[in-house]
């Protein structure tokens, strides 16, 4: 049984940093992915990291976030540096990805995790 925990969320001013962890159990990170939902909004893809580590993030992120994985410890990782307002959101951890050129598609993905809140303040 596969099981995805997020932990790191919480509240934090603008310009500042968090880093989300996403430890697997029952899968090797492999390819996975990260994905925030604001009230109101969709879910939408942040980054994603597959088996070979090449990356892939949203626009609105890149430069802003690294995705990263410890396969020795089964853990995905987002390190979320220059915060802004709107990122606040729901964030999602995301596993094994069907197919990696629509890895910010939500409905490729088997397996989810229970998602953490990430609140960026001014």
């Known amino acids: 049984q596969v099981q995805l925990v997020e932990s790191g969320g919480g509240s934090v001013q603008a310009g500042g940093s968090l880093r989300l962890s996403c430890a697997a159990s029952?899968?090797?990170?492999?390819?996975m992915g990260w994905f925030r939902q604001a009230p109101g909004k969709e879910r939408e893809g942040v980054a994603a990291?597959?088996?070979?580590?090449?990356?892939r993030y949203a626009d609105s992120v890149k430069g802003r976030f690294t995705i990263s994985k410890d396969n020795a410890v089964n853990t995905l990782y987002l390190q979320m540096n220059s915060l802004k307002l709107e990122d606040t959101a729901t964030y999602y951890c995301?596993?094994?990805?069907?197919?990696?050129?629509?890895?910010?598609?939500?409905?490729?993905?088997?397996?989810w995790g229970q998602g953490t809140q990430v609140t960026v303040s001014s």
């Open positions: 995301a596993a094994d990805v069907r197919r990696w050129w629509s890895w910010f598609d939500s409905s490729q993905y088997n397996y």
């Open positions: 990291i597959n088996s070979s580590g090449s990356t």
């Open positions: 029952g899968y090797r990170t492999y390819s």
